[in-house]
């Protein structure tokens, strides 16, 4: 038996370690995906005509080595290289004519090959794009699958009972079968895409809590690519979004999270480790924050607004509101600003030292509308989620009470 139990211990190790491989080629397709997203935006490609011919939805390696450094994204020449290496080696981009398989700072044109239809879909591939569909559906649809839930006495944040999820993915017509969907979550758990809350378990259908391992809409930051390390396996059982209850200085007992996450939040030794020690709420955006030995902070701090106010009388003429609009440029950290509520939300802090704060954002505005979509009747974490995934300029409309 004791054998049997080593066994079994060297097969999860073995599957872990697979998963953590995936997991990192997961995270490469989604940051080059998003950089697509952002480089089709800023019509950095276009199509562009050499020699006398045309070579549609292709960028120029020189100008988007200049606009990673313009935006940020890279602090010099040798390390945008460098990421773009990674996404041509990923076989993301290419050349137009494939002559040429390093990435070089010249007058060359390379294309994303999700433009031109040659991205190679293997069995991964497929696996983690269907994985990244079925997340995005369960987000934008209304249902109480994704919650705090406990299993064997310890609570976990943003977790899915697995008969429940087989329920859904039926019901939804992802395989037409129980035992078939069964299968389905067993490859997202193996391809890195979902877990069982203390990496225990395989995915079955039954009882068990499961989580997904990624974030797909969190933006990433393309330096991200140049880290190897990754995240590897866990040297503990934990899940990243387990609660545990921590005695306080004060005696009271509160809890903290096993990581950073946006509902509860540590402390983050950044530049603006005092809004999230203050706020640590959903809506602050942060990149990649590194924990500081600063003591853990309770979330979902009271309310800034005095009142709950409708949509209704926001938009009411003549009423004691006025709207203006603000267009913010996130840099490295983020936007710096805290938004909570619902219908509608509303700004509950600001980094006094970031892009928010710079061009007027204050507490206690409404949002009305961010990059011209009304979001007056979404709660913060719809809002939150419309602005990590959408580009790094966001122009927003918000409401306050005009002075009298």
Known sequence: MVLEGRAMDRIGTTMQKKAAELERLAEVLVTGEQLRLRLHEAKVIKDRRHHLRTYPNCFVAKELIDWLIEHKEASDRET?????????????????CDEHREFKDMKL??????????????????????GQRIYEKLMNTENNLIQTREEEG?????????????????????????????????????????????????FVDGPLLYQFRMNFRRRRRLIE?????????PESHDSPFC????QSDGGNTCFLSVSPTKEIKLAVGVRRSSMSSSCGSSGYYSSS???SSSPPVLCNPKSVVKRQVTPEELLTPGGPFIKKTFTVVGDAVGWGFVVRGSKPCH???????GPAAAVGIKVCQYVVSVNGLNVLCYDYR???????????????????????
Do not use: C
């Not at 609660?243 to 921590?246: A, C, D, E, G, S």
């Open 80 to 96: 945008a290289i460098k990421i773009m290496q990674k996404l041509l080696d990923q076989s993301i981009i290419h050349h137009v």
């Open 109 to 130: 044109l390379y294309r994303f090959r999700k433009d031109d239809g040659t991205f190679p879909l293997d069995s991964e591939a497929k696996v983690f794009m269907r």
């Open 154 to 202: 310890v609570s976990f944040e943003r977790a899915l009972v697995a008969s429940e999820f087989i329920d859904w993915l039926l019901q939804e017509g992802e395989m037409p079968t129980r035992e078939e969907n069964e299968q389905l979550g067993r490859r997202l758990l193996e391809h890195g895409i979902i877990q069982h809350v203390t990496n225990k378990h395989h």
């Open 225 to 233: 690519l140049l880290h190897e390390r990754g995240r590897g396996i």
């Open 243 to 246: 609660l545990r209850k921590q």
């Open 289 to 291: 924050p590194t924990l």
């Open 347 to 353: 700004i509950q802090a600001v980094d006094p030292g």
């Open 382 to 404: 719809t809002v939150s989620n419309l602005i990590l995934t959408g580009p790094r300029t966001i122009v927003m409309e918000v409401m306050e009470e005009a002075l009298v």
